[in-house]
């Protein structure tokens, strides 16, 4: 396993055509776990599961363990059931998990003995992701860098990664508090002052923590973030009809800046299965992606059900409630779902068919929404190339934004998109507003200072 | 005025300097405040209400109506305060101990504004104490409460408990929303009323103290 000690930028594609980026495969596989090499030519499934509603207390411990007990043996019995050939396990730990960080290790401890017990047993290549809550934005305006919610934070990680975590992720949140209040009134220079000028400080600064954890546990990857308090902040909120769909389009495309600053950190991937943007890490990266769709139906809506499965290298559900069904409990359940899905892209890539069906989950998607449309192995590269040919993370993130608005229009020029009336005038006017921007990042802040000022805090950013 | 009047063009455009400006002109033109209010700006935050529900406005234009009209209130209320004028209804809302999540919260707390609201927003994790707390102190007739973890929805109905320890239940209608939150939850820990979405909760506030 390589770890990089200095961050890196890319400056090309690792993968640059449209045959090599698809499902299952890519540059930089990934080996992991206990036995697990992802992106080597198999789509693997992720589980991700959570609790049931209940309180997490002192008193309720011992009912929380259980639970996670239960989830992990279901889990894994379906797996082997169905001959998964391989799978990974995610935690996300809760927010109270993180603040104790010995709880967090503690389900990480239990996960892992199931996750060895069915690979001694049943010789399962497997592996634990642990995603520990980005709980450094209790204060308002929120302390990134210090302060005892980065306290307890940080020592999550470094005590997940003792306990057997596989892969270290995150969530992570530095810009969001400008983001959130940008995105609600629409205005879209803050969201790239959010986006394109503090995500990157912050993850930048992040990344170079848990790398740090991860190097000092051998064995543990830094796998990838996600831009979910973002751009599927927006996606949900379009499906809602309280955003516009192509501005949550465009929002996509910019987070990828944000998130690759992990890989220029030295994450190794897979990236986080919510990270839609993730096509576009991977095909600059060249290193595996985690990706969800329509087996996370049990979490949440998403109008890229197939096309978000078309370069995915993990497939995810997300997140589903250890709750009772017909068929066992919803984890195992789902379990079953992302197996299928992987037998059946693992059957195409073996018969020689994985880039028809990569374009039949393309083409049965693409169109049909803004955001589908900018998520197509086509677009994917105009948005990477983009991205790659720009210097620093404020004009990565206005080119982004610019070559998802082009395909958008381009879309509609050809009639293969269709927008409402109010969606084209938002079209219109993000247009414009990307038109407008400064050509610098100073110049970009001292124009926000009044509006957003009070809500982050400069030094959380190195400002 | 109401409809072709500046203040209310000017709200529903979201256009909150032009909706102080015209507050201001208006208000040296010897108009009334409680005739801005019920002439210009309530019909205007009617027409803002309308299109949202007819999917004619997203989010952003229904906030910056609400920050016009807001705008316009910070000349009234003093106005209204001095002449005795009855004050907005009041209300306290936050998202529950152990859950950091605030998108939701925050739209439904502009969207409360909007509708002539005072709304005092006590943020993420607040715990069931800082609800009791804010509601003795701030005396709001209306308590709101968000959650999206399901780990997290046990919070309000420790918040609804602690209400009734501390004897403010019965002065406060309660409201709960959030992903997992479900009305059959709502009726269980004892709310009074529960939201789906943003803007049914605006409704459910008007209903509830309607009907109260």
Known sequence: ?463 | MAQGSALYDAIVSGDDKKAHAATAEALAAGIAPMDLIQQSMVPAMDEVGRLFEAEEYFVPELLLAGRAMKSAMELLKPLLAASGQKMPVRVVIGTVKGDLHDIGKNIVASMLEGGGFEVIDLGTDVSPESFVAAVEERQPQVVCMSALLTVTMPAMKLTIDALKTAGLRTQVKVLVGGAPVTMQYAKEIGADGYSENASGAVSLVKNLLADA
């Not at chain 1, 993730?278 to 996370?296: C, H, N, Q, R, W």
Request: proline share 6%; with cysteine.
């Open chain 1, 1 to 463: 396993m390589i770890i990089a000690e200095t961050a890196q930028k890319f400056t090309a594609l690792a993968i640059p055509g449209q045959d090599q980026l698809l499902f299952g495969v890519c540059p930089h596989p990934l080996t992991c776990g206990l036995g697990l090499t992802i992106g080597a030519g198999t789509v693997f499934p992720e589980v991700n599961f959570t609790l049931p509603p209940i309180s997490i207390g002192d008193d309720t411990w011992n009912e929380v363990k259980a639970h996670y007990e239960e989830m992990a043996k279901q889990i894994l019995r379906r797996a082997v059931a169905l001959a998964a050939p391989g799978i990974v396990l995610e935690f996300e730990l809760l927010p109270a998990m993180t603040e104790r960080p010995e709880w967090g290790a503690e389900i990480t401890a239990i996960l892992k003995r199931h996750l060895v017990a069915a690979h001694e047993k049943h010789h399962l290549p497997c592996a634990l992701r642990v995603t520990p809550t980005d709980i450094r934005d209790q204060l308002k305006p929120p302390l990134l860098r210090t302060g005892e919610p980065w306290q307890h934070l940080r020592r999550s990680l470094e005590l997940c990664a003792e306990a057997g975590a596989d892969i270290l992720s995150i969530e992570s949140v530095g810009g969001k508090e400008v983001h959130d209040r940008a995105l609600m009134y629409g205005d879209f220079p803050g969201i790239v002052f959010a986006l394109g000028v503090l995500a990157p400080r912050d993850m930048a600064w992040l990344w170079g923590q848990i790398v740090s954890v991860c190097l000092a546990h051998p064995g543990v990857v830094a796998g990838g973030d996600s831009a979910c308090g973002f751009a599927n902040t927006a996606m949900q909120l379009a499906h809602q009809k309280m955003l516009p769909e192509v501005l949550a389009s465009v929002v996509r495309a910019m987070s990828a800046v944000r998130s690759l600053a992990a890989f220029e950190q030295g994450a190794l991937g897979p990236s986080k299965d919510c990270a839609y943007e993730g096509p576009v890490m991977k095909a600059i990266t060249g290193l595996p992606i985690s990706m969800e769709g329509k087996s996370a139906s049990c979490a949440h809506f998403s109008p890229v059900g197939n096309i978000a499965a078309a370069m995915c290298d993990l497939w995810s559900n997300e997140s589903v409630q250890n709750v009772r069904l017909l068929s066992g409990n919803a984890p195992e359940a789902f379990t079953e779902l992302l197996a299928y899905d992987c037998r059946l892209m693992n059957a195409a890539a073996s018969r020689g068919g994985a880039l028809d069906l990569r374009d039949w989950m393309t083409a049965s998607d693409e169109w049909l929404s803004p955001q589908a449309a900018v998520l197509s192995p086509a677009a994917t590269l105009r948005i990477a190339n983009a991205i790659v040919h720009e210097e620093s993370p404020y004009r990565q993130t206005i080119a982004a934004g610019r070559a998802a608005l082009d395909l958008l229009k381009e879309g509609l020029a050809e009639e293969k998109l269709r927008l409402s009336r109010k969606e084209l005038q938002w079209l219109q006017r993000i247009e414009s507003a990307l038109g407008e921007l400064p050509a610098d990042e100073a110049s970009l802040m001292a124009a926000l200072e009044e509006q957003y000022g009070s809500l982050y805090d400069k030094p959380s950013y190195g400002l």
